[in-house]
Nanobody
């Protein structure tokens, strides 16, 4: 089965760090651009593109609010993409998910809760 399997969500205090993982299953993701998004709950909350990493390892930090704090990376040997999230804020509580856009493939999404 072709899918993206996510892990690494959970609860963290404000100012803390988490690392999200996104592993390809049933296909080799090394030739795909993989992006991380988040979706917060509540009225007016739009899905936010955070970062994208390309097959050659270059990346873009697309979310202005996370620049300097979030880092996307990939491990070709493990066929996985990561999102290191530092200095997390209360308002960053959301469901985070990875996407292989060219395949139209989405991970299952995992809740990240930032709370004291």
């Amino acid at each position: 089965q072709v899918q993206l399997v996510e892990s690494g969500g959970g609860w963290v205090q404000p100012g803390g760090s988490l690392r999200r993982s996104c592993a390809a299953s049933g296909f080799a993701s090394s030739s795909d651009a993989i992006s991380w998004y988040r979706q917060a709950q509540g009225p007016g909350k739009e899905r936010e593109l955070l970062a994208t990493i390309f097959p050659d390892g270059t990346s873009t930090n697309d979310g202005d609010s996370v620049k300097g704090r979030f880092t996307i990376s990939r491990d070709y040997a493990k066929d996985a993409v990561y999102l290191q999230m530092n200095s997390l804020k209360l308002e960053e509580t959301a469901v985070y998910f990875c996407v292989a856009s060219c395949r139209g493939l989405w991970g299952q999404g995992t809740q990240v809760t930032v709370s004291s």
